[in-house]
């Protein structure tokens, strides 16, 4: 099995997302992903890292790194965010009632929900001070 691995640490700032998306891209543009599974990462991507530029750190900004880890079997990608932020584990919210109308339902967690769905994969602990949230998707 090889394996290829990328980081990148920039700060947690919504404005960052552009410099992020390139990294992000230009890595799975490299290993041949489909255009489904980049638009569904791309997303994921946003979303998470969004969430972190938003809360992790509030009022103040503190740096997240994103680690992307390409195996060639079975031909995926995990991509790793670390912050050292306020401990959150996503993957315990409960997931939003999606039956309801958009007025009867709670607001937020549905940009999580949709990760969860669009994702093959997903695992979130919190180790030495960080949040440690993977994702995981098959490239083909």
């Excluded at 009022?59 to 079975?74: L, V």
């Amino acid at each position: 099995m090889i394996t290829n691995e990328y980081e990148i640490t920039i700060e947690a700032r919504k404005d960052k997302l552009d410099d992020l998306m390139i990294f992000i891209d230009s890595h799975l543009e490299e290993f041949d992903c489909s255009m489904k599974a980049q638009m569904q990462i791309d997303v994921a991507v946003e979303e998470l890292f969004v969430n972190i530029a938003n809360y992790a750190y509030a009022p103040e900004i503190g740096n997240a790194t994103i680690r992307m880890i390409f195996s060639d079997e079975p031909g995926e990608v995990t991509i790793v965010f670390i912050d050292s932020g306020v401990p959150y584990d996503p993957l315990k919210k409960d997931d939003p009632d999606i039956t309801l109308s958009v007025d009867e339902r709670a607001i937020g967690g549905l940009g999580i929900f949709m990760v969860k769905k669009s994702m093959d994969d997903m695992f979130y602990e919190y180790k030495d001070g960080q949040n440690i949230l993977s994702i995981v998707k098959k490239l083909g």
